[in-house]
């Protein structure tokens, strides 16, 4: 078992950045490649992006590309998704979530996905 659990949401204007940062407990964190997922309200949820377990390979959605960075810390068992240049379409509640496989985080499909945290809400204002 894995716990997750996200923190840094808020509100900021569009053009802001914001961190974001998962917790994770239980066992072994670098096991588990991780990945950030939204959900906007009235949409389904959608992949935002992927590390590695080693934290080596990363992946974004095109709607991100140059604008969030994922990074992790196997130390502190935590993945953080800075999100930079924020637009008001950004604005959603924001998911980590932890599967054994990179490649079933790339797929994209949230299916695929071991674990979930509870989400933190982001709201960028125009």
């Known amino acids: 078992q894995v716990q997750l659990v996200e923190s840094g949401g808020g509100l900021v204007q569009a053009g802001g950045s914001l961190r974001l940062s998962c917790a994770a407990s239980?066992?072994?964190?670098?096991?588990?490649?991780m990945g950030w997922f939204r959900q906007a309200a009235g949409k389904e949820r959608e992949f935002v992006g992927a590390?590695?377990?080693?934290?080596?390979?990363?992946y974004y959605a095109d709607s991100v590309k140059g604008r969030f960075t994922i990074s992790r810390d196997n130390a502190k068992n935590t993945v953080d998704l800075q999100m930079n240049s924020l637009k008001p379409e950004d604005t959603a509640v924001y998911y980590c979530?932890?599967?054994?496989?990179?490649?079933?985080?790339?797929?994209?499909?949230?299916?695929?996905?071991?674990?979930w945290g509870k989400g933190t809400l982001v709201t960028v204002s125009s």
């Open positions: 239980g066992r072994s964190f670098s096991s588990y490649a």
């Open positions: 979530a932890a599967t054994p496989n990179y490649g079933t985080v790339v797929a994209g499909t949230s299916t695929g996905m071991d674990y």
């Open positions: 590390i590695s377990r080693r934290g080596l390979s990363t």
